[in-house]
């Protein structure tokens, strides 16, 4: 997903509780917090000896899970950090957005968004894990390792 329509949804879902669904169907719950919102340029070669270069927007998901609090996160606080953030550092909005998370029982992973549902007063962020490709293959090109 494309971090503008992240932050366009956001803003039409002001008052949504935001719901971060895990690949396996669990909810992240509790004392969380956007703990680093990262803006990332990727300079890499693949197998194929191609060049790529492109832009990631990071939102990093931290639980506290030393807190019996459960954070509340309608759309309005989410879309007032990341103002905040782009208040001082430039997002690229046309770059993926990811959600980078883990815990004592979930490992470290950066998520992609498979999908916004809005249910009932929620908007759901459905989360999954993208699986490492091979670029030249993907795009069909003869040269690869």
């Excluded at 194929?48 to 807190?67: D, K, P, Y």
């Amino acid at each position: 997903m494309k971090t503008k329509y992240l932050f366009e949804e956001l803003d039409k879902n002001l008052t949504k509780k935001l719901r971060f669904i895990l690949p396996d169907g669990r909810e992240v719950q509790g004392d969380l917090h956007f703990t680093e919102i990262k803006s990332i340029t990727i300079n890499s070669m693949d197998c194929g000896s191609n060049s790529h270069s492109f832009n990631e927007t990071v939102i990093q998901l931290w639980l506290n899970e030393r807190s019996a609090k459960q954070a509340e996160w309608p759309g309005r606080k989410a879309v007032n950090i990341l103002n905040k953030v782009g208040s001082k550092q430039r997002f690229d909005l046309e770059s993926e957005v990811y959600f980078e998370y883990g815990d004592s029982i979930t490992q470290t992973a950066k998520y992609s968004i498979e999908s916004l549902n809005q249910v009932g007063e929620d908007l759901e962020v459905h989360l999954f894990v993208k699986p490492t490709e091979c670029k030249p293959r993907r795009n069909m090109e003869l040269a690869c390792c």
